[in-house]
């Protein structure tokens, strides 16, 4: 089911450490009710969630916490929105705030943890261990909320091993939603400086998209919901994979791979996806299609029933 979000972008007030590739000095200013009322307003939708997001709310002061929680709640019993949902750091977790979170109809809670590699967290200055991730989900788990789970790929030191690796590692903590997001280089960061010295090289689109295939795939085989991949927006953009088409793109490449792995002989084919897969099995200016076309096989896709991704092939 498509996911509405009412968002709410709460500046990093809460974060004590600075992550390489993040520029949190450009991203000042204060939340207040009047910015959530004219976005649940904006919506207009009442199940819709309210989502505050920005990396590190419940390390944000407690009192400031609390009233935007609390007005949320009112659009909430007002019937104007459905949950409320948040993200912050693993290492923003504990006892005293979900206690206090419990007096919330908080729906999930989303844990930025990036990587399961220890080594990868450090060199990202991220100020938490992958066991900080693994207790911070045993705790929300143990206080009822949804969990969710944002990964990224290609940070500094990481690798399409370490990105696997840690899919792996987010698909035994059974989140009940996951995000991807592939490492851009923005202005101001220390992902930027040594980029600029050559110590950093981004991922290509091209294999952004490859290995997103790969990790979305891993998540779909174990029915684990995957809510975004890929940035919205970027703003002071210097380098990286950023596509404003690259969850889509990501899908389609999870198609092209499900119909390669059922084509044997060379020849013609009919395909059959759900009808709202049609163009994601088409791929962006018929890319897949002219990919099977140069590989020897000449396909012809066609709508029928069928859950989403799945992909029936037919040889004619
Ligand atoms: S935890 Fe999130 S918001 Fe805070 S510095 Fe890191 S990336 Fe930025």
Known sequence: MKHANISIFVPHRGCKMRCTFCNQNAITGVVSKSDIEKSV??????????????????????????????????????????????????????????????????????LGCQSMDDEVLLANRRGHNAECVKDACAKIREYGFGLGLQMMTGLYKSTPQKDIFTASEI?????????????????????????EKGEYIPQTLDEA???AARIYEMFLQKGINVIRV????????????????????????????????????????????????????????????????????????????????????IRV
């Open 209 to 211: 998209v490859d290995l």
């Open 41 to 110: 307003s904006r919506s207009n939708d009442p199940n819709a969630e309210i989502a505050f997001f920005g990396g590190s709310f419940t390390l944000i002061e407690k009192d400031y916490m609390l009233r935007l929680l609390d007005c949320a709640k009112e659009h909430m019993q007002k019937g104007r929105a459905s949950a409320i949902r948040f993200s912050t750091r693993p290492d923003g977790i504990n006892d005293e705030i979900l206690t206090l979170l419990k007096n919330y109809p908080i729906s999930v809670i989303e």
């Open 171 to 195: 698909i035994a903590l059974k989140p009940d939603c996951v995000r991807i997001y592939p490492t851009v280089v923005i202005k101001n960061t220390e992902l930027a400086a040594l980029y």
């Open 230 to 313: 890929g940035l919205h927006t970027v703003e002071d953009f210097i380098a990286g994979p950023f596509h404003p088409a690259f969850g889509e793109m990501v899908q389609s490449k999870i198609m092209l791979n499900r119909v390669l792995s059922q084509l044997t002989n060379k020849g013609d084919y009919e395909i059959y996806v759900a009808e709202n897969f049609i163009s994601k099995m088409v791929g962006q200016r018929r890319l897949n299609i002219e990919i099977l076309q140069n590989l020897g096989y000449n396909c012809t896709v066609y709508k029928k029933d069928l859950p989403p991704f799945c992909v029936q092939v």
